[in-house]
């Protein structure tokens, strides 16, 4: 069933002008949807033809098309605009990924002067201990030396106390001599 027509006719309808123009035998519309008409929107005819067309027979399908060209026009400056828009979007990207590369070659850099002096900081640390064990080792062995003189001294005074029982009130170090060894 058909819808109603507005009163001039056409009401816009791509649905409703083809079911119409199916009725009627002669109707360009009958002709298959890619053939070249000048009524067909998609039609491969050039623009200036169809505009002709659309003077002389005040087709409802040229002004389609001339409005489908208009649309084109408006799609491709938008994308032109979304173009440009994305170019310059992937400068700057490339811009902040160079100075991020910069800044990483700076700081890797800076890293491997670190890594030297932890290096030599190391090599250092190493130094001092094996410096210090050295150390460490010196002053026990003189411990243990000043200890065997302690020994040593106690018992020459021990030996020299026994050997010079008369002298008890003078002794070699100028002391009293109350029977003390040190």
């Not at 298959?32 to 003077?55: D, T, V, Y």
Request: proline share 5%; hydrophobic share 30%.
């Amino acid at each position: 069933m058909l819808k109603r027509a507005a009163p001039d006719g056409f009401d816009g309808s791509p649905g409703l002008l083809k079911r119409r123009c199916l009725n009627f035998p002669g109707s360009p519309c009958r002709q298959p949807f890619n053939s070249p008409s000048p009524f067909n929107a998609a039609s491969p005819i050039n623009s200036r033809k169809r505009l002709r067309l659309g003077e002389e027979f005040g087709s409802p399908g040229v002004i389609r098309v001339s409005e489908v060209e208009l649309m084109q026009r408006s799609h491709e400056q938008q994308l032109q605009s979304i173009k440009q828009e994305a170019t310059s979007e992937i400068q700057k990207l490339q811009r902040n990924i160079n100075d991020l590369g910069d800044q990483v070659k700076s700081q890797q850099e800076h890293i491997s002067k670190l890594e030297g002096n932890m290096k030599i900081l190391q090599a250092g640390v190493r130094t001092m201990n094996k410096q210090e064990n050295q150390l460490r080792n010196t002053i026990s062995q003189k411990d243990d030396k000043i200890n065997e003189l302690e020994q040593a001294l106690y018992a020459l005074r021990s030996h020299l106390a026994r050997a010079n029982p008369g002298n008890s009130g003078h002794n070699m170090w100028g002391g009293s001599g109350h029977g003390q060894v040190f």
